[in-house]
C-alpha cells in the first residue's frame, strides 16, 4: 500500500512587516512504508535567515503535529523526540529554499 506524503506549512504573521511573503512547496508524492522522501519550500518576500523555520505536518483527521524547526542561518535545528532520527532538516539561503527529508517512512506517515 502506498502513502501520500503533505508537507503543511506553519507561518508566523510578523506584525509591522510589509512584505508579499511565498512559500512554494513541493508537489505531494506517493511513497511506500520504508522509502525516503525530500520534500522542499522556495520562501521569498522576507530574509530568511532572520527567522525560525518550523515544519508541521497533519495526517487526514487528526490535529497538527510539529515535526522539528531549523535556524536558516546557522543550520540549527531541533526536531520533535517522534521524529528523531527519521529527519533531517537543512536550508540554501542562496537560493532561498528550504529542506525537509524524512527515511523509514510509516504508515501513519
Do not use: N
Not at 509591522?16 to 518576500?45: F, N, R, Y
Not at 543550520?75 to 528523531?84: D, H, M, N, P, V
Not at 532538516?89 to 532561498?96: G, H, I, K, Q, R
Request: net charge negative; glycine share 8%.
Amino acid at each position: 500500500m502506498r502513502h501520500l506524503v503533505h508537507c503543511f506549512w506553519f507561518l508566523v504573521i510578523f506584525t509591522g512587516v510589509q512584505s508579499d511573503i511565498q512559500l512554494v512547496q513541493s508537489e505531494p508524492e506517493m511513497k511506500a512504508p520504508g522509502d525516503t522522501v525530500k520534500m522542499s519550500c522556495k520562501t521569498s518576500g522576507f530574509v530568511l535567515k532572520s527567522f525560525y523555520m518550523h515544519w508541521i505536518r497533519q495526517v487526514p483527521g487528526k490535529g497538527f503535529e510539529w515535526i522539528g524547526r531549523i535556524d536558516p542561518e546557522d543550520g540549527a535545528t531541533e526536531y520533535s523526540q517522534t521524529f528523531t532520527g527519521r529527519v533531517s532538516m537543512t536550508a540554501d539561503l542562496t537560493s532561498e529554499m528550504l529542506y525537509l527529508q524524512m527515511s523509514d517512512l510509516k504508515t501513519e506517515d
